[in-house]
């Protein structure tokens, strides 16, 4: 499976973007997908996660703002980030797991300035 994620950019604070992430494969086959971010000098954290198909969790820094959805039919997952931060941008990455084993994007890049 390969992920390819896009919709990156740059957006002022208070803005909105919509982040996409196309597998290559069929989502069926993968029950539990996520967004991760990472910043720049910090680690890689949870952004929001949609485990086993319906289990839907966020990072507390962006409940309320952001949403995570997917379209097993498209073979697409999304996240749409409302009220954008400075403290958002980062380099978001999409990521899939099936039993062991787990798929990353190659990132994509948001930027959001004051």
């Known amino acids: 499976v390969q992920l390819q994620a896009s919709g990156g950019g740059m957006v002022q604070e208070g803005g909105s973007l919509t982040l996409s992430c196309a597998a290559s494969?069929?989502?069926?086959?993968?029950?539990?997908v996520a967004w991760y971010r990472q910043a720049p000098g910090k680690q890689r954290e949870l952004v929001a996660s949609?485990?086993?198909?319906?289990?839907?969790n966020y990072g507390d820094s962006v409940k309320g703002r952001f949403m995570i959805s997917r379209d097993d039919a498209e073979n697409t997952l999304e996240l749409r980030m409302n009220s954008l931060a400075p403290e958002d941008t980062a380099i978001y990455y999409c990521?899939?797991?099936?039993?062991?084993?787990?798929?990353w994007g190659q990132g994509t890049l948001v930027t959001v300035s004051s």
């Open positions: 990521n899939a797991q099936r039993g062991n084993l787990l798929y």
């Open positions: 494969g069929s989502m069926h086959s993968l029950p539990t």
């Open positions: 949609i485990i086993n198909g319906k289990i839907i």
